[in-house]
């Protein structure tokens, strides 16, 4: 039976924790916690409202749920790194869209930022790849290639089963996956602690 994994990165600052989910089984990345803050619950609905309206551009049109105990909205960065393939090497982006779900009480509220998307597509399918052993690796290749019936295939099974070639693929595979999903739990520890940091502050109404 598969032991599940689950890799947790914490930060602590000086604001208070932020802390991203790595869950290396089902290729999910997410923040879902709570925090307790020194407000009741219209004052952080109404601090929240003007932190997404500051920090999504748009913010009407993102939002998909606004009402006294949640707000829900969609929001996007990109990530990317060079990517080395077949002797060439270059710069991949991609753009990542996710959910971010508040919900508010007297004292607290939670977060909840989830449903990661890749241009689109589940990032679940793409970020589980990049925890694959080399064989795991090979297995979900060689069964992509049943699916696939265009040009190459031939060489790209061939290749898949050179173990040399192949080592090389998975290794530039991994190293581009170690920077890109670093590069997502830096920014949702960012949008986690910049909502944190919004509500603390008791200095934060709009200067003139």
Do not use: H, P
Request: net charge positive; hydrophobic share 35%; glycine share 6%.
């Amino acid at each position: 039976m598969k032991t599940i994994v689950i890799l947790t990165f914490i930060l602590t600052g000086f604001i208070g924790k932020a802390q991203v989910v790595v869950d290396s089984i089902n290729g999910k990345i997410y923040v879902d916690r709570v925090q307790e803050i020194e407000l009741n619950k219209k004052e952080l609905k109404e601090k929240t409202n003007r932190w997404v309206a500051k920090t999504y551009n748009n913010s009407n049109y993102v939002t998909r749920i606004n009402n006294d105990d949640n707000i829900l909205t969609k929001g996007a960065f990109n990530v990317g790194a060079d990517f080395s393939s077949y002797g060439a090497t270059v710069y991949s982006e991609r753009k990542v869209e996710y959910t971010l779900d508040l919900k508010f009480k007297d004292g607290r509220y939670k977060i909840i930022i989830s449903d990661l998307m890749f241009d689109g597509t589940d990032a679940s399918l793409s970020l589980a790849v990049y925890f694959m052993s080399l064989e795991q690796y090979r297995a979900f290749s060689l069964k992509a290639m049943e699916q696939y019936d265009g040009i190459g295939k031939k060489a790209a099974i061939k290749r898949i089963n050179d173990d040399k070639k192949f080592r090389k693929d998975y290794e530039s595979q991994q190293d581009y996956g170690k920077k890109i999903i670093q590069q997502i739990v830096d920014k949702l520890e960012q949008i986690d602690l910049s909502l944190l940091s919004y509500l603390i502050n008791k200095d934060n109404k709009d200067e003139w």
